[in-house]
């Protein structure tokens, strides 16, 4: 029990960096791909969006290949840490970084695209710089896509096995998260911890879907308000 208690500690810290790095990173590349009339940007929707259909071992394998101390990343990362970036939560947080970014960016990147373009050209006309217009206009009237991202990109994260397997193994303390803990469980015939933890995913699961739809209509009905 003490290290199940510990695989949803660490599951639960994964979760949490996840999401606040890809709030970070996903929310100004949602909103160019909101606005862009670039001809790149079907190119990088199309790389945003790859982690929904590719099989998680492939981009576990490359990230393996990229990522392990005799590659170039890998090894810059051991000469500045001491670490390697391979069987280590450092890297767990790359991977999944990766594989859940189409989760936060489709869903700002959908909210980005509701907001009337007429209340952005208002705001600019009554003096808003563009910075002005993004952080006190568009981000308010977007508040549902960020949550849904995030709701989304943390459950995302905490199901995470195909990844989380490939890239950091089943070290405790260090890379064994839930799913990981699940699938020890199952192969050591332990059905009654693997039922305990499995059922705890489930229901956190339906919370965060029931949350999104809630929240989804709230804000459908903002916009047509």
Do not use: C, K
Not at 97 to 109: A, C, D, G, K
């Amino acid at each position: 029990m003490n290290a199940d208690l510990q695989a949803i500690g660490l599951t639960g810290l994964l979760a949490g960096v996840t999401t606040l790095v890809l709030v970070l990173l996903a929310t100004p590349l949602a909103w160019w791909l909101a606005i862009s009339r670039s001809r790149y940007r079907p190119i990088v929707e199309s790389l945003v969006a790859m982690p929904l259909i590719l099989p998680p071992t492939v981009l576990g394998f490359y990230l393996l290949v990229f990522l392990n101390p005799e590659s170039v990343l890998g090894g810059i990362w051991v000469r500045v840490t001491g670490q390697s970036l391979t069987f280590s939560f450092s890297g767990l947080v790359i991977a999944s970084v990766i594989y859940s970014l189409p989760f936060m960016v489709q869903p700002l990147q959908g909210a980005f695209r509701a907001v009337p373009i007429s209340v952005r050209e208002s705001a600019a006309v009554l003096g808003a710089s563009p910075r002005d217009v993004f952080f006190n206009v568009v981000v308010p009237l977007a508040r549902g896509g960020f949550l849904t991202g995030i709701v989304l990109t943390f459950a995302h994260t905490i199901g995470e096995f195909g990844v989380v397997l490939m890239m950091g193994g089943n070290i405790p303390g260090e890379t064994r998260v839930l799913s990981i803990a699940i699938y020890e469980h199952v192969e050591t015939l332990n059905y009654d911890a693997a039922h305990f933890l499995a059922l705890g995913l489930m229901g956190f699961s339906f919370l965060s879907l029931w949350l999104i739809y809630r929240v989804a209509g709230r804000s459908a009905e903002v916009l047509r308000g």
